[in-house]
């Protein structure tokens, strides 16, 4: 009997188990697949370990215009794929180990919830039984495989690609067409137009990078179009036929052609085939309901992660499994959503946390933008020149305190936690003024923004 038996050993269950674990629960964990989950193996870490090589690879074309003459700059598709397999080797090996030394007890295969006796819930993987007295569901997501014509064709015939096939390509594909303009198609797209591809996106939407503040969407479509990527906004695919993708725009039939087509249209949460209905698990549109505790409708079972599909990101997964943990430990604790930072690893990167001017707007909050061009830092500036990139900082007019930030440029991604704290303490912008941020680095533009 165990404690506590986690299904699915992604961000979500591989850190819920290794907190359960430490806490002196016996905790059980099964994974189908491979420890990491789609973060580790398929997803954050493989894509960025490819976006640093290539951000290495535009750095060096682009060497002249920082004193550096680069003579013979190339790149190995083949041997940036395997430093990538190697990065994604150390990190999963990690993982284990820290789930071994916290007790974990980790079974290969895919567990199937049974039902529930006296004594707990029962588990099947295979035709062995594990019983435990609470269970984590974190199941996490698979890619989104809508039913548009030709697509099931071509993703047997492996021109159409999703996530787990374009980070494993070993030859840059002559001409890559990625269906859907959000976070992974944008991330695939700056990737392999930096290597050599001719990319073209076609998004559904009148912009790419779905809920990001529309004049970051704006920049940032502008900048890498600046760059070679061409897009095709309010572009509906509906029909792949081989190396053709057949979309709708302004009522007429269009199509584009390449070589490889990748499929990025969104992710699904696994509720399927894991036997919630053996324990009548309340789902809503595919995603096992939860409140802020984790706690599903029935009473000892939780889920963190993608599977619950409240913010499909890693950072999320890891903070909702600390929850479940804390919660089941009889600690005070819940998940908050509203400090969420999300970033959108393209060159240039692009971070936001908090409400946008059209999600405050929404919600009728009566809030003053600060916008800043990121060149007003000096470190931006010895670094990119003039560069396109702006940060904006929203303030609650009543409070006086940062309701969202969005930053376009360099570092975003490392500066958008501080935004994050700034918002979920609450932090009066008076307080903020008399923080001291170090110079030069880009993050004092947030400090910046405030005394416009
Ligand atoms: P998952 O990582 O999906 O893990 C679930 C695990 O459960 C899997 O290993 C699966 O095999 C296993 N499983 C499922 N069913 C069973 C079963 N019945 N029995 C046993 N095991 C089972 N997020 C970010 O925050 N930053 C990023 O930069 C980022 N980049 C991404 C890039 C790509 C290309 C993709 C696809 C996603 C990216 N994400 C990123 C999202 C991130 O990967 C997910 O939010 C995160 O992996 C969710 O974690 P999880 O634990 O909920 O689920
Ligand atoms: P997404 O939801 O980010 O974007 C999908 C896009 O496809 C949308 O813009 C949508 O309008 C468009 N679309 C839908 N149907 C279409 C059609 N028929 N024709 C044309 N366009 C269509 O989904 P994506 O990129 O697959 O990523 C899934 C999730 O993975 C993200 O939402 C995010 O949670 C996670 N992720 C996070 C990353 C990060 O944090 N850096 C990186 C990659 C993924």
Not at 86 to 113: F, P
Not at 338 to 356: F, L, R, W
Request: with cysteine; net charge neutral.
């Amino acid at each position: 009997m165990y404690d506590l038996i986690v299904l699915g050993g992604g961000p979500a269950g591989y850190l819920a188990s290794e907190r359960a674990g430490h806490a002196g629960l016996k905790t059980l964990l099964i994974e189908k697949n491979k420890i990491g989950g789609v973060c580790l193996n398929e997803g954050c870490v493989p894509s960025k370990t490819l976006l640093h090589s290539a951000k290495i690879y535009d750095y060096a074309k682009g060497s002249e215009k920082y004193g550096i003459t680069c003579t013979e700059v190339k790149y190995d598709q083949e041997k940036v794929i395997k430093r990538k397999d190697v990065v994604v080797r150390k990190l999963v090996g990690g993982v284990t180990a820290t789930l071994k030394k916290n007790g974990v007890e980790i079974v290969d295969g895919l567990g199937v919830i049974q039902g529930k006796d006296s004594e707990g819930f029962i588990v099947a993987v295979g035709d062995k039984v594990y019983k435990g007295k609470k269970i984590l569901i974190a199941t996490g997501s698979q890619v989104l495989v809508p039913p548009i014509p030709g697509l099931k064709e071509g993703l047997e015939a492996g021109t159409v690609i999703t996530n787990r096939e374009i980070l494993e390509l070993m030859e840059v594909p002559e001409s890559l067409v990625v269906i859907g303009g959000g976070v992974i198609g944008l991330e695939m797209a700056s990737y392999y137009n930096s290597v050599g591809s001719k990319v073209t996106v076609v998004e559904m939407l009148g912009k790419i990078a779905g809920p990001n503040d529309t004049e970051i969407s704006s920049i940032l479509q502008n900048n890498l179009k600046g760059k070679g990527i061409e897009f095709i906004l309010g572009a509906k695919v509906t029909q792949v036929k081989n190396d053709t993708v057949v979309f709708e725009k302004d009522g007429n039939i269009q199509e584009v052609k390449g070589k490889k087509i990748l499929l990025s249209i969104g992710r699904k949460a696994v509720t399927e085939g894991i036997g919630l209905e053996n324990i009548s698990v309340a789902t809503e549109r595919g995603v096992i309901k939860t409140d802020e505790f984790m706690k599903t409708n029935i009473p000892g079972v939780y889920a963190a992660g993608d599977v619950n599909g409240k913010s499909m990101l890693a950072h999320t997964a890891y903070r909702e499994g600390e929850v479940a943990i804390n919660i089941i430990t009889g600690k005070k604790d819940r998940m908050r959503y509203h400090a969420i930072p999300s970033v959108i690893y393209t060159n240039p990167e692009v971070a936001s946390v908090g409400e946008t001017e059209e999600t405050a707007a929404g919600k009728g909050m009566e809030f003053i933008v600060k916008k800043v061009s990121n060149n007003f830092s000096g470190r931006y500036m010895a670094e990119n020149e003039r560069g396109d990139g702006i940060t904006k900082v929203l303030l609650d007019k009543t409070h006086n305190t940062v309701i969202g930030v969005q930053i376009i440029g360099s570092y975003a991604s490392e500066i958008i936690y501080g935004a994050g704290l700034m918002i979920e303490t609450e932090m009066p912008v008076d307080d903020i003024k008399e923080l001291v941020f170090p110079h030069p680095t880009v993050s004092e533009i947030l400090r910046e923004a405030l005394f416009i």
